[in-house]
Nanobody
């Protein structure tokens, strides 16, 4: 059974930082591309950051480039998203996801999903 468990969300002020973590079990983590996605009312799902199995390929949404950093630890089966200079528009439910393959063509429509962790940024 594949499980992805996010942690680290919370409520912060604009300009502050947060670190999200995703612990993965039930699959060979190092064989799968991973990603962070977010959803907020009226905006739909956005691929925030995706990373290939070897970390060689990384993609960021334009809205977070230069502020967010995605990384993975294949030995610990963990995906991390470091978020800096947070803005109110970053408020969303953040989801960790694993793709079916090691690479990805598009940071979207991954196969396995966690339950999400809420991030709220107030001005």
């Amino acid at each position: 059974q594949v499980q992805l468990v996010e942690s680290g969300g919370g409520s912060v002020q604009a300009g502050e930082s947060l670190r999200l973590s995703c612990s993965v079990s039930g699959l060979t983590f190092s064989d799968h591309a991973m990603g962070w996605f977010r959803e907020s009312p009226g905006k739909g799902r956005e691929g925030v950051a995706c990373i290939s199995s070897t970390s060689r390929t990384v993609h960021y949404a334009d809205s977070v480039k230069g502020r967010f950093t995605v990384s993975r630890d294949n030995a610990a089966n963990t995906l991390t998203l470091r978020m800096y200079r947070l803005k109110p528009e970053d408020t969303a439910m953040y989801y960790c996801a694993a793709d079916y393959t090691a690479g990805f063509i598009e940071c979207a429509d991954f196969g396995y999903w966690g339950q999400g962790t809420q991030v709220t940024v107030s001005s």
